[in-house]
């Protein structure tokens, strides 16, 4: 039996240098180990550059581009994800852009059927039965008239149908610039406004039903 060590195992039982760490990463024999921060970087596949470097002075590692690791989602890599300001900026603007979206829709139908032929909407009643104009009548057509661009004629059929439209577009946009800046929309009408609007409804509804105020009239 050979007693005497061989040449391989000299080899393997080599001591470690001073300053270097053991193969556990504890110290060395000959004094403490290498710092974190300037701990071994992890290799990407291939010898490839690492995606992360990290700091030396203990700083987050920052993000160089490489091919080693994820791209990080803000920033719209591979991952797809979009940042959890544009999903909730996504979710404020579905009331708003709901309801636009419901009110082009009934404009656009009214402007496909027009409403001046008759069978396709159905009569006032109150027309139907005292024969005098509400407030809504000629509605239908001043909307049409909107639609197809006859301002004159949108006019001419219900003018303070063409207001609200002005009204809904001031708040539309209101609504739509507070949504994207993150601020609620709160749309608190007085007890005074409510009077004044009722008010102003049965003046119009009042004079298109007089002689002299025929140019209100439908």
Excluded: K
């Amino acid at each position: 039996m050979d007693t005497h060590p061989t040449a391989g195992a000299a080899t393997d039982a080599s001591p470690t240098r001073p300053g270097e760490s053991t193969p556990s990463g504890g110290p060395g024999p000959a004094g403490p180990g290498p710092s974190p921060t300037h701990a071994a970087r992890p290799q990407a596949p291939d010898g490839a550059a690492p995606a992360w470097h990290a700091d030396p002075d203990g700083a987050p590692p920052v993000w160089h581009g490489g091919p080693g690791g994820p791209v990080p989602p803000w920033h719209g890599g591979q991952g797809g994800a979009v940042p959890p300001s544009h999903r909730a900026l996504a979710r404020r603007l579905l009331a708003p852009v709901g309801t636009l979206a419901g009110v082009a829709a009934a404009f656009a139908y009214v402007g496909a059927v027009d409403p001046n032929e008759p069978g396709h909407y159905p009569v006032c009643p109150l027309l139907r039965f005292t024969g005098l104009y509400c407030p809504g009548c000629g509605g239908l057509r001043s909307a049409h008239a909107f639609v197809t661009g006859d301002l004159p004629a949108a006019v001419g059929a219900n003018a303070l149908a063409v207001a609200g439209y002005g009204l809904f577009a001031v708040v539309m946009t209101l609504w739509l610039i507070r949504v994207i800046r993150g601020v609620p929309m709160r749309l608190a009408i007085a007890p005074a406004w409510w009077w004044g609007i009722g008010a102003v409804l049965a003046l119009f509804t009042l004079v298109r039903n007089l002689p002299f105020g025929s140019a209100l009239a439908p």
